[in-house]
């Protein structure tokens, strides 16, 4: 049972580039989310889906997009990075309602120069 | 955005001690979550609590929620190598009209132990 799977685990890009970082999960979860980890700053959340079909913004949401593009799987888009985005991204999904158990991937480290 | 108070931030610690680490908030909170990230990898949840007094085991993990509903205690008792890595807390609070719930997150207390 794999559980949460991000992809990529690490990424460099230059600024103003592109990409996707995909996240799928195999538990049948409802919902979906995309943290973003910085030294001194904790997790912070950047979007989630509460169900399939629904997305909706986070704490820091600006120089990102998301799509949920099926039950299973939740991608996150940055489309013109930018060195402040340089951090490690987690991909998070829970049953939703009242289950507060959220099952993490293991993180993509991107790095922005 | 609203930040749990974690302390300490960091500890170092000999194998076998016993570690005690502590979450504030300003807001009341309904659950209150502890997480362990060991590094590379994504936090894992050691211990969920629903209710103001409730004490909770996990093995060597022992967490409490807080009477005022403001803050949380974890502890770990004889500490192996194993127990290295980030430790944090959440709060959970309701985020939206649909119940989906949102979590606010301390900055965690990194544990080194000393084999």
């Known amino acids: 049972n794999a559980g949460v799977t991000q992809t990529p685990k690490f990424q460099v890009l230059k600024t103003g580039q592109s990409m996707t970082l995909q996240c799928a999960q195999d538990m049948n979860h409802n919902s979906m989310y995309w943290y973003r980890q910085d030294p001194g700053m904790g997790l912070r959340l950047i979007y989630y889906s509460a169900s399939e079909g629904t997305t909706d913004k986070g704490e820091v949401p600006n120089g990102y997009n998301v799509s949920r593009l099926n039950k299973r799987e939740f991608s996150l888009r940055l489309e013109s990075a930018a060195p402040s985005q340089t951090s490690v991204y987690f991909c998070a999904s829970r049953q939703g309602g009242s289950g507060e158990k959220l099952f993490f991937g293991s993180g993509t480290q991107l790095s922005v120069l | ?115």
């Open chain 2, 1 to 115: 955005g609203q930040q749990l108070n974690q302390s300490p931030q960091s500890m170092f610690i000999q194998e076998g001690e016993d570690v005690s680490m502590n979450c504030t908030s300003s807001s009341i909170f309904n659950t209150w979550l502890w997480y362990k990230q060991d590094p590379g990898e994504g936090p894992v949840l050691l211990i969920a609590l629903y209710k103001a007094g409730e004490l909770t085991s996990n093995g060597r993990l022992t967490a409490q929620f807080g009477i005022t509903r403001k803050d949380s205690f974890l502890n770990i008792s004889a500490s192996i190598p194993s127990d290295v890595g980030i430790y944090f807390c959440a709060g959970q609070e309701r985020l939206d009209a649909g119940n989906n719930r949102k979590l606010i997150w301390g900055l965690g207390t990194s544990l080194a132990v000393n084999p």
